[in-house]
């Protein structure tokens, strides 16, 4: 049970729509810019709401708390460097342990600052799933469950080991930016890492915290920008303890399909055959144990898959029927299909054909998910099941949540922001068109830089967002020596994007979680 008292001064602040920021002429632009200016100014005039609970751990301790949510300013060199005016206003979460008799002071507890990805998500999946002290209960097979959608105590929070602040990176949550001019430059890799490396500077600064271990963790893109706030934090005065990486994405060439990139469909297919033996679409041993489907798809796509793609037309007609038929064998796809698709089953040809005689599509952030498909049995995209199991749930249970701790949940909270995602300039530095975003450069360095960070890295085998082997290669090809890499920890989980749903993993997460901290 928790107990809750809550005091707040002033109403949460209008914010801009992510899409706000269309003007007509030169005119309106400048009103705009002017309404963006004086939202902002009243975000970061708004004093910070605070409450104070408890959370009873699996241990049976009871952990006292007090909950701070309000508004940090960016004023960051790198994102307007004519002025030292707030370019924009962050919304921050924190949950801040009370020292209990005889414990040191809130300073010597490590802080861990955590974000999700999208990129244009909010902090809300990592805040109410795993890491905080209250959580929304999902079933254990990632379906979406019944209403009322309301948070109950999280015993496994990982309040117990750090004090924490949940980030909504700018136009996510109730985070806003100056002017349009300031959102270009923060819906883009480089802007948005300066920006929240700004934000964790600033809250360390106003909470007097400079003297904890400071930690992060991110989620899906949330690794692409912890990997590279990890070197930028450096060059900040700002040395982390420990990175937190749930779901990684911090090579996109190993996740985007696209022509001559033949890399994703290797990485993706043990993937693929986790989920194949998971629906019951293979034969035999593979069919029983889905570690040896995993293997032997690993096996395969590490060794003679690469060659053939590589091979291309060069490719003997023997040769190419072998190929279909140990792809057909290790998917449970028709022979004819991957013949079809020239030895290259995309994620999306999967999610619509792995199931199409069951009238189903198979998820992509979970894909033990399954939905139904349109009458027409059509190839489009339109939803998918296993993030639209999470959505709804997640937002009432965080908006319910949130207005109990006196914030005004009138103000619209953008938990996923599409407009957003669709306006991100994935260049870094001064690259221009096509590119594929890589952060895992930065985090090299960082590690070779700092010979006391460490990384935690958390994949779900039944995420077919960011699969865990695309995660083992990106691991794998971080510039650095064996020493140095020794100090990653790789942990996976029998589940999805978000393997924290299931009961059984968020228990072996939090297992994982305090070894890795005991062994450093």
Known sequence: MSTSSTSNSSATPQPASPDSHRGGGAANESDDDRRCRERLERALATSATRSSAAVTLASGR???YEVVAGFVPVVCDALDGKSREPQAAVFTTAYLA?????????????????????????????????????????????????????????????????????????????SISASDEARKKLLSVDGDVDALVEVVRIWLARHKRFDSAVYLAGESYGTTRAAAMAEKLLDAGIALSGLLLVSCAMDLQSLVFAPANDLPYALFLPGFAATAQYHGLLDGEAGRDPAVARQAAEEFAGGDYLRL??????????????????????????????????????????????????????????????????????????????????????????MAYYASLGLDVETRYVTM??????????????????????????????????????????????????????????????????????????????????MYTREADLRQLKADLVGWLAEG
């Open 62 to 64: 009871s952990l006292d």
């Open 98 to 174: 009370k020292p209990a008799p005889g414990e040191a002071g809130a300073g010597k507890r490590p802080v861990c600052f955590a974000f999700n990805g999208g990129p244009g998500s909010a902090s809300i999946w990592l805040q109410l799933g795993a890491l905080g002290p209250k959580r929304m209960v999902i079933p254990e097979d990632g379906g979406m469950p019944r209403a009322p959608y309301t948070v109950v105590d999280n015993p496994l929070t990982w309040l117990e080991q750090f004090d924490l602040v949940f980030i909504d990176p700018p136009h996510t949550g109730w």
């Open 309 to 398: 793609l590589h091979a291309g037309a060069r490719l003997t007609s023997d040769e190419r029927r072998r190929g279909e038929q140990r792809i057909a064998k290790l998917t449970g796809l028709p022979r004819a299909l991957v013949a079809e698709k020239n030895l290259r089953i995309s994620d999306a040809c999967f999610f619509f054909e792995a199931l199409r005689e069951r009238g189903q599509i198979v998820g992509r952030l979970d894909a033990r998910i399954t939905g139904p498909m349109a009458a027409s049995r059509s190839r489009e995209w339109e939803f998918d099941p296993g993030m639209d199991a999470l959505v709804a749930p997640y937002t009432m249970a965080a």
């Open 417 to 498: 922001s599409m407009p957003a995602h669709e306006a991100w300039n994935w260049n870094r530095g001064k690259a221009q068109g096509n590119s594929y975003a890589c952060t895992t450069p930065d985090l090299a360095r960082a590690l070779r830089r700092h010979p006391h960070l460490r990384v935690l890295v958390a994949s779900g085998r039944y995420d077919l967002g960011t699969p865990y082997s695309a995660s083992d290669w990106s691991l794998a090809q971080l510039d650095a020596p064996p020493e140095v890499l020794a100090r990653i920890t790789h942990r996976y989980y029998d589940a999805g994007h978000m």
